[in-house]
């Protein structure tokens, strides 16, 4: 790896929350050592973000009421309530309330 730092939200994820329940198990179970832990955390942080990049490519929109945003250290956070979902196929999915987490795309060090 080349020392750039990635954002961590996607720890926070259903793959991210499962990855780092496993890795706390093998610590625990002293398979292996933290630091290689976070190793692989940062790994899996710098993997996720350019796989996403790369090979997403499906689109929504969404309608909904904004119920409070915020900018802080360039990462743009909103929570919206009573949002509807449509997909590229039409098809509408509502939700009760939704927080959506927007960070630049570049990648780090660039400009």
């Known amino acids: 790896m ?3 730092a990635y954002y961590e939200l996607y720890r926070q994820s259903s793959i991210g929350m499962a990855l780092t329940d496993t890795l706390d198990d093998l610590i625990t179970d002293r398979r292996i050592e933290p630091q290689l832990a976070i190793k692989i955390l940062a790994n899996f942080d710098r ?20 119920h409070t945003y915020r900018f802080c250290d360039e990462v743009w956070t909103f929570l919206i309530e009573n949002v509807t979902f449509k997909m590229e196929n039409a098809q509408a999915v ?8 927007s960070c630049s795309s570049k990648k780090p060090g660039e400009t």
């Open 94 to 101: 509502p939700a009760d309330k939704v927080k959506i987490v």
């Open 2 to 4: 080349n020392g750039q």
């Open 47 to 66: 993997s996720i973000t350019e796989i996403l990049a790369e090979r997403v490519k499906a689109k929504l929109q969404f309608k909904g009421h904004l």
